[in-house]
C-alpha cells in the first residue's frame, strides 16, 4: 500500500497497482510529449519516492521512458509512454500494467496473453461494462423516442 502525501486516513490509501495504472494513464494522455515527472507527482498527489519507485516500475516493464531533462535549472525526468493505445480508457486496470510476468510475456512464450487468466477475465469484463454500456443508451434512446412519439399523438 502506499499513502499519499497529504492524508494518512486509511480510505485514502491505494494499492501500488491502482496508483501504477493511474499514472500510466495519465503519462499516456499526454501522447508523444510525456509528462514532468514533477508535475505527475502533483498532479495525484504522490511523495517523490513513491512516484520515482512507481515510474521505475514502469520503465522497467517497457512501458514508459524516463528522459534526463533541464528545467528550470534543475535535472528532472519526463516520463513518456512507449506505447500509446487508440484509447485511454482501454488501459484503465489491464492486468499487464502491474504484471511481474510482463517482460517475459510474448506471444508465443510459455508466458502469453494467449494463454493469460488474467488478460482473459479483464477482456471479459471489460466488454460485458461495454455491452452493458450499450444496452443503457439504446434504452434511453427507446424511451426518448416512445415519450416523444406519445407527446405528438397528445398534440
Ligand atoms: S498477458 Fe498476462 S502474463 Fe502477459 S503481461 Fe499481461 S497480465 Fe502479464
Not at 32 to 59: C, F, H, P, V, Y
Not at 122 to 147: F, G, H, P, Q, Y
Amino acid at each position: 500500500m502506499l499513502i499519499r502525501q497529504d492524508d494518512n486516513s486509511e480510505d485514502r490509501e491505494e494499492s501500488i497497482e491502482d496508483l501504477t495504472s493511474k499514472v500510466f494513464k495519465l503519462i499516456v494522455e499526454q501522447g508523444k510529449e510525456g509528462i514532468l515527472q514533477s508535475r505527475l507527482w502533483k498532479e495525484l498527489n504522490l511523495t517523490s519516492r513513491d512516484g520515482s519507485r512507481i515510474a521505475m516500475r514502469l520503465e522497467k516493464r517497457g512501458l514508459v521512458t524516463r528522459q534526463r531533462v533541464l528545467e528550470n535549472g534543475r535535472w528532472t525526468f519526463r516520463l513518456i509512454a512507449l506505447r500509446l493505445p487508440l484509447d485511454t480508457t482501454s488501459i484503465e486496470g489491464a492486468p499487464c500494467i502491474t504484471c511481474n510476468l510482463e517482460s517475459m510475456c510474448t506471444e508465443d512464450g510459455s508466458v502469453s496473453p494467449n494463454t493469460c487468466r488474467l488478460i482473459e477475465n479483464w477482456v471479459l469484463v471489460e466488454m460485458s461494462k461495454r455491452m452493458d454500456a450499450k444496452k443503457d443508451i439504446t434504452n434511453t434512446t427507446t424511451a426518448t423516442t416512445t415519450n416523444i412519439q406519445i407527446e405528438s399523438m397528445q398534440e
